[in-house]
């Protein structure tokens, strides 16, 4: 069973806009915090940006006033808007919690998305 389903992403022109968005499985027992990586090719993969659950958010610098993360607690989703998209976005973004997936776990832990393409070209 997958635990995060992701979706949104395609093809768009320099300056657009497309909203990502990744849920995670209602079964689900506790969240701690969500957030969006993207891998370019021949890159590593970087943070895009995250957020807790009382919604503290983190930016990678690049991003910043041009994406923005946001989530919705009771539908276990996130969401980012990215804006002003340039051609170095282009890359997969995978989505990322940090979850308890049963109430018997003890800690949290990593759970990764598919990943989504994203290309910015004209």
């Known amino acids: 069973q997958e635990q995060l389903v992701e979706s949104g992403g395609g093809l768009v022109q320099p300056g657009g806009s497309l909203r990502l968005s990744c849920a995670a499985s209602?079964?689900?027992?506790?969240?701690?915090?969500m957030g969006w990586y993207r891998q370019a090719p021949g890159k590593e993969r970087e943070l895009v940006a995250t957020?807790?659950?009382?919604?503290?958010?983190n930016y990678a610098d690049s991003v910043k006033g041009r994406f923005t993360i946001s989530g919705d607690n009771a539908k276990n989703t996130v969401y980012l808007q990215m804006n002003s998209l340039k051609p170095e976005d282009t890359a997969v973004y995978y989505c990322r919690a940090l979850m308890k997936v049963y109430s018997s776990v003890t800690y949290y832990h990593p759970y990764w998305g598919q990943g989504t393409q994203v290309t910015v070209s004209s």
């Open positions: 209602e079964s689900v027992f506790s969240i701690n915090n």
């Open positions: 957020i807790t659950s009382d919604g503290r958010t």
